[in-house]
């Protein structure tokens, strides 16, 4: 099965909504807007996918829900999101952030990487 491991912070902050204001709620609007993706997949990458939802600092403690696994960070983000991607391996993985660094890190582990558009068009 394939991963797609989500940029929580990142993805959020891509689309000037309001978002800081009530970072977690913002969270739950992007975790459960990527559901659909576990069974219907993305272009380029078919269903089902295992979808990894990275959250850190006010969006720690974001509950998993059916479809979507979410991972709080205890401390960075982007390292949490290097563990999922490395720990996918062997399975095709997609990364969705706009960090070039972060895209460099998890590029190492093999996986891919997209933009927020990706998930939120």
């Given at each position: 099965?394939?991963?797609?491991?989500?940029?929580?912070?990142?993805?959020?902050?891509?689309v000037?909504?309001?978002?800081?204001?009530?970072?977690?709620?913002?969270?739950?609007?992007l975790?459960?807007?990527?559901?659909?993706?576990?069974?219907?997949?993305?272009?380029?990458?078919?269903?089902?996918?295992?979808?990894?939802?990275?959250?850190?600092?006010?969006?720690?403690?974001?509950?998993?829900?059916?479809?979507?696994?979410?991972?709080?960070?205890?401390?960075?983000?982007?390292d949490?999101?290097?563990?999922?991607?490395?720990?996918?391996?062997?399975?095709?993985?997609?990364?969705?952030?706009?960090?070039?660094?972060?895209?460099?890190?998890?590029?190492?582990?093999?996986?891919?990487?997209?933009?927020?558009?990706?998930?939120?068009?």
């Open positions: 099965m394939r991963t797609l491991v989500v940029d929580a912070a990142n993805v959020v902050g891509s000037p909504d309001g978002w800081w204001r009530d970072r977690r709620g913002a969270a739950e609007r975790r459960d807007s990527l559901v659909p993706y576990a069974t219907d997949g993305l272009p380029g990458h078919p269903g089902p996918l295992e979808v990894v939802l990275v959250v850190e600092g006010a969006a720690r403690g974001v509950e998993s829900v059916p479809g979507v696994r979410v991972e709080s960070a205890s401390g960075s983000g982007d949490r999101i290097v563990e999922v991607a490395a720990g996918a391996a062997g399975r095709p993985c997609l990364v969705v952030t706009a960090d070039r660094e972060l895209r460099r890190r998890v590029g190492e582990t093999g996986a891919e990487c997209a933009g927020p558009r990706t998930v939120r068009p």
